[in-house]
């Protein structure tokens, strides 16, 4: 998220975290399954409870908040028993300028799937501008590993399905949270299965299951848990870590979604000084 003195929310996707939206392209086909029986089971499950939990469910669009905490509960023990640790074991024997090279040559492959998504939400120059992006990065950048292009002024723009159906007005439906793959809602479920099977780069190479898309799978999943680690630590400090994940992916994706509809939201200007108090005026006699 943009930080809090930011006079508008804009968009925080590859700029900061590269790795971020290509774990999403590669990882969710698996979780497909259990997208679609999510939402079908949605309305059946719909609650009444008047409590605060229920009410602050209901706000959250997460009718289903029981399941979604055990899987929650499943993913980040299983997080604890075997991706924590391969991640920390990654990062404690490789520098970060080697780690932030390999982030960026998995952001470059997700380009061309980035390009279609910006073509079906009707930006074309930005489309363009990432085309240019890919070709830059792949040939001057070394395969991607240096972002010449950003130093050029073009700098990444983030898209996928999730945000083209959000584009057109499909709302996110509701919250589920998939071991492994983490938060998601339904909009953003489908959006990345198509994300995969429609990844440009997987198709020219052969598929998920040739030896470059099974490596690409593992360095991407390693390299996103590296990416995220300090916001597993920041949960260990969180009240209610499964709200504070649902609140901030939540978040996230709502803005990601208004960055394409072109719509902005308006802060406080917290940079501005305070205005000066007003002197009463003196009691009439």
Not at 75 to 103: E, K, N, Q, W
Not at 143 to 153: T, Y
Request: hydrophobic letters at 40%; glycine letters at 10%.
């Amino acid at each position: 998220m943009a930080p809090m003195r930011s006079r508008s929310i804009r968009l925080r996707d590859q700029h900061d975290s590269p790795g971020l939206q290509p774990l999403g392209r590669r990882l969710a086909a698996g979780g497909l399954a259990a997208v679609c029986g999510l939402s079908i089971a949605t309305g059946a499950l719909a609650q009444t409870d008047a409590s605060p939990s229920a009410l602050a469910a209901e706000a959250a669009n997460d009718p289903l908040e029981g399941l979604n905490r055990a899987s929650f509960k499943l993913g980040m023990g299983l997080d604890r028993a075997f991706l924590g640790p391969i991640a920390h074991g990654y990062m404690a024997v490789t520098p970060r300028v080697v780690r932030d090279r390999v982030s960026s040559a998995i952001y470059n492959l997700g380009e061309p799937n980035t390009v279609m998504n910006q073509v079906l939400q009707g930006k074309p120059r930005r489309a363009v501008r990432s085309s240019t992006r890919f070709v830059v990065n792949s040939t001057i950048g070394v395969l991607g590993l240096f972002d010449v292009a950003a130093k050029m002024g073009l700098p990444p723009r983030g898209a996928d399905f999730g945000q083209t159906f959000g584009r057109w007005g499909a709302g996110p439906g509701a919250y589920i949270y998939v071991p492994l793959m983490g938060p998601l809602n339904v909009r953003d479920g489908v959006g990345r299965a198509l994300d995969i099977v429609t990844d440009p780069v997987s198709m020219v190479a052969g598929g998920f299951d040739t030896d470059f898309g099974k490596a690409r799978t593992v360095v991407t999943v390693v390299d996103l848990r590296a990416a995220t680690d300090s916001g597993f630590r920041a949960l260990k400090d969180a009240a209610d870590p499964y709200v504070t994940t649902r609140s901030a992916y939540g978040q996230y994706r709502e803005a990601f979604v208004r960055e394409a509809t072109g719509e902005t939201e308006t802060l406080p200007d917290f940079d501005a000084p305070p205005s000066e108090p007003t002197t009463p005026s003196p009691p009439t006699p």
